[in-house]
């Protein structure tokens, strides 16, 4: 198991910029990847970038295209930590952003989500 809290919510104008961290419950070392996703009211849950975490997986990093060149994803495994980092924030990046951990298990994928934090961007 593994519990994901997020944070850096908030409500930010049109060009803002906001970081939201997701801080998991154990090392994410030992978990293959960790991920952004953001649902928007009416609308289904959309992948917004996903970094490898792994040991020795070298931290590769996908973003969507919608977010490329505005959001970057990070971690620092010491912190059991991973980032997105938003900057030139337009409204229709409002929306619930979602923390997932993915492991794999005795040959199995388990995928863990955070609560979700808030991001609002006013025009």
């Known amino acids: 198991q593994v519990q994901l809290v997020e944070s850096g919510g908030g409500t930010v104008q049109a060009g803002g910029s906001l970081r939201l961290s997701c801080a998991a419950s154990?090392?994410?070392?030992?978990?293959?990847?960790m991920g952004w996703y953001r649902q928007a009211p009416g609308k289904e849950r959309e992948l917004v970038a996903v970094?490898?975490?792994?040991?020795?997986?070298?931290?590769?990093?996908l973003h969507a295209d919608s977010v490329k060149g505005r959001f970057t994803i990070s971690r620092d495994n010491a912190k059991n930590t991973v980032y997105l980092q938003m900057n030139t924030l337009k409204p229709e990046d409002t929306a619930v952003y979602y923390c997932?951990?993915?492991?794999?298990?005795?040959?199995?994928?388990?995928?863990?989500w955070g609560q979700g934090t808030q991001v609002t961007v006013s025009s």
């Open positions: 970094i490898l975490t792994g040991a020795g997986a070298g931290g590769r990093a």
């Open positions: 997932n951990a993915g492991e794999t298990v005795d040959g199995s994928v388990r995928n863990y």
């Open positions: 154990r090392s994410i070392s030992s978990i293959n990847d």
